[in-house]
T-cell receptor, first 115, second 112 residues
């Protein structure tokens, strides 16, 4: 079946502009995660959605970052007033549940470059 | 100091070699340990998942966890050029199994 898909694959924007990144999780997966991968850095947890529960936003680096998940499926990560340090690969993952041993399946990522 | 340390490499080995990839961590509360493989311009994919100290084998891959030393390893036997990728270790706490803390990744190149 289809895996996690993300769009766009690449995004180039100017400093100060807002960007929206989209994630389509695997059908039936209740948990959805956003990570950021910067050059020389590991994957950094940003936010986690589980079903209808309030999201865990503890990894968002500033209030310029927000995310929503509509209808328990598609998610959008929004970065307002982008800065050059926001340049990174933004990865989305989904899992069937959120219990012990649940595998997170990753999408290919969106490569964001802020000029 | 990062919670999870991983040598970024790059590590270059000849085909057929045994590869050893390692991570150290500082938080003794980590309970679950994973290894992910990431090919260029792709998302990471789960290779191995372990819980307790000791070894877990899956084909050519062996994951080893030493909680007393806060050290985990991934061994790849009979390495192949198709194993060339970045290998990321990840771990999580018992009460937050879904929030993964990743190492920076080790870039491995297996030369034919």
């Amino acid at each position: 079946g289809a895996g996690v898909s993300q769009s766009p694959s690449n995004k180039v924007t100017e400093k100060g502009k807002d960007v929206e990144l989209r994630c389509d999780p695997i059908s039936g997966h209740t948990a959805l995660y956003w990570y950021r991968q910067s050059l020389g850095q590991g994957l950094e947890f940003l936010i986690y959605f589980q079903g209808n529960s309030a999201p865990d936003k503890s990894g968002l680096p500033s209030d310029r970052f927000s995310a929503e998940r509509t209808g328990g499926s598609v998610s959008t990560l929004t970065i307002q007033r982008t800065q050059q340090e926001d340049s990174a690969v933004y990865l989305c993952a989904s899992s069937f549940g959120s219990g012990v041993g649940e595998t997170q399946y990753f999408g290919p990522g969106t490569r964001l470059l802020v000029l | 100091q990062k919670e999870v340390e991983q040598d970024p490499g790059p590590l270059s080995v000849p085909e057929g070699a045994i590869v050893s990839l390692n991570c150290t961590y500082s938080n003794s509360a980590f309970q679950y340990f994973m290894w992910y493989r990431q090919y260029s311009r792709k998302g990471p994919e789960l290779l191995m998942y372990t819980y307790s100290s000791g070894n877990k084998e899956d084909g050519r891959f062996t994951a080893q966890v030493d909680k007393s030393s806060k050290y985990i390893s991934l061994f790849i036997r009979d390495s192949q050029p198709s194993d060339s990728a970045t290998y990321l270790c990840a771990m999580s706490l018992a009460g937050a199994t879904n929030k993964l803390i990743f190492g920076t990744g080790t870039l491995l190149a297996v030369q034919p």
